[in-house]
């Protein structure tokens, strides 16, 4: 990976209205409340700051009593209220975080994909259970996943032991920090990344690959 300096990233982790900051939320695995048996929640285009919900596109439904919805690990927050990224079956898109709460038990996430990046400078990585890449504007190097380890008896955070196409060996943790900010967006994330080699350590924010 090229020298860069660190990224700094703040985390912080506050009680909102119609959040929580529980350990359910943190592995993205929610279930559907406050919504009338027969009906559904509805699953929206992205929402933007002055917007209405009838203004954003509707891309799909929920039925309410629907316990497998998944979350990508980004929110944000669009005047009074939290927004989720999520996807359910073939749909993707946002749904208003009032209406979910924490699914029953902990889903295993060391077969899924992360999504990570980070400013100043632009980077980004993708860890899989098998291998990912590791990107700048300038560059692109593949990545080998040697190992996925979970913290000892609990399911988080995920240490990724990772040799990149140079045969040098790259560490990248996963975890829950509750918020995480990339400094430049709106976005929030559940997810935060260390990732380091010999000569550099990035930190910045991740998502599921839903």
């Not at 919504?35 to 799909?60: C, H, N």
Request: proline content about 5%; charged content about 25%.
């Amino acid at each position: 990976m090229a020298k860069s300096p660190v990224f700094s990233v703040f985390t912080v982790c506050a009680l909102i209205v119609a959040w929580s900051c529980d350990t359910a939320w943190a592995f993205e695995s929610y279930k559907v409340a406050g919504v009338a048996k027969g009906d559904s929640l509805t699953v929206r285009e992205e929402p933007f700051d002055g917007g209405k919900p009838s203004e954003w596109k509707e891309v799909g439904r929920i039925p309410a009593d629907a316990t497998d919805v998944l979350g990508t690990g980004r929110s944000k927050r669009v005047e009074d209220q939290r927004w989720l990224e999520v996807s359910f079956g073939t749909t993707g898109g946002w749904v208003n975080a009032k209406f979910l709460e924490g699914a029953d038990g902990f889903p295993d996430l060391k077969g899924e994909t992360f999504r990570c990046s980070g400013t100043e400078p632009f980077w980004g990585v993708t860890l899989g259970p098998n291998g990912g890449e590791y990107s700048t504007p300038e560059s692109r190097t593949k990545l080998t996943t040697d190992r996925v380890q979970p913290a000892v008896g609990r399911p988080f955070p995920l240490l990724y032991r990772l040799t990149d196409a140079n045969g040098r060996k790259v560490r990248a943790t996963v975890s829950h920090q509750n918020w995480c900010s990339d400094g430049m967006s709106d976005y929030d994330y559940t997810f935060q990344v260390l990732l380091s080699d010999d000569d550099n350590l990035h930190e910045g924010c991740c998502v599921i690959e839903r």
